[in-house]
């Protein structure tokens, strides 16, 4: 029961923050699995990404009410733009994933999460200088885009992320568009994103993790979609730019401190 109590918890509380800003929350849901609930990375990963999935779909919903679909499916050009690139990548970086040893996939798994940390640093500062789009060039701008979109999907399927830390700024940054809608627009590219590279991982043994932690997964996806709930509604009412950034601190600190503690465990 503890356990399940944890997990409700901390689904609730990371979809909260997800559900603000426009993400999957799985990048700050990562540490909690494994240094909380002792996940292998892997099954930590997948299990990740599940939840994610779930706190994709129901904060796109949610968020209907700020942003409707009419108003996403008129930036459909710019999803599919990304989706050509992150769909590929995901599948890919999800076979790479399944390969490697588990202290090999903690090593990036660290280096993303920092990067990731770093990119919402930036953004803080960096975003509100941005009017219009990047780029002038009609192909230029689509071949950018492809090729952010599969750096993201490639990102997104190793650390069973969403990716929208890194889809609202590429999306604000190369076409203009307001980091709110950029938020939803970012949901509506990862969660085919995210559909693939989890199609992938069921090729993985690790992928029994879903039967084994059905009680825990079972919390996570409940406390998720009603912090979902919560942060899509707050969409309206709180400034995302003080808020990102204190994600990205706590980011770094979690990172740091969790995988510093992973690395002493394991044999020279």
């Not at 299990?47 to 994709?56: D, E, F, G, R």
């Not at 930036?75 to 390969?99: D, E, V």
């Not at 989890?198 to 079972?218: D, G, H, K, M, N």
């Not at 990205?248 to 969790?258: E, F, P, Q, T, W």
């Amino acid at each position: 029961m503890k356990r399940f109590l944890q997990g409700f918890g901390a689904g609730g509380a990371v979809a909260t923050l997800a559900g603000l800003i426009g993400l999957g929350g799985a990048e700050f849901r990562l540490p909690i699995l494994k240094g909380l609930f002792r996940l292998a990375t892997l099954q930590a990963v997948i299990l990740n990404k599940a939840t994610s999935l779930i706190v994709v779909f129901f904060a796109l919903i949610f968020r209907s009410h700020e942003i409707p679909f009419e108003q996403i499916w008129e930036y459909k050009s710019i999803i599919f733009n990304l989706l050509l690139g992150s769909l590929a990548g995901a599948w890919i970086a999800a076979g790479i994933a399944m390969k490697i040893s588990e202290q090999t996939l903690d090593r990036i798994v660290l280096v993303l999460l920092l990067f990731l940390a770093a990119v919402l640093l930036l953004e803080h500062w960096f975003l509100p200088t941005q009017n219009g789009a990047l780029f002038d060039s009609l192909p230029v701008e689509i071949a950018a885009g492809i090729a952010a979109g599969f750096g993201i999907g490639v990102v997104a399927s190793m650390l069973g992320v969403a990716g929208g830390e890194l889809l609202i700024p590429v999306i604000v940054l190369l076409y203009g568009i307001d980091v709110k809608l950029a938020g939803s627009l970012s949901l509506a590219i990862s969660l085919p994103t995210m559909l693939v590279g989890f199609a992938r991982y069921t090729r993985s043994q690790a992928f029994v993790v879903l039967r084994e932690e059905q009680p825990l997964f079972i919390a996570l996806a409940l406390g998720s979609i009603i912090g979902a709930a919560a942060g899509s509604a707050l969409l309206g009412a709180v400034s995302s730019d003080m808020l990102i950034l204190l994600l990205a601190v706590v980011l770094m600190v979690s990172a740091y401190k969790i995988f510093r503690h992973q690395s002493k465990a394991l044999p020279a």
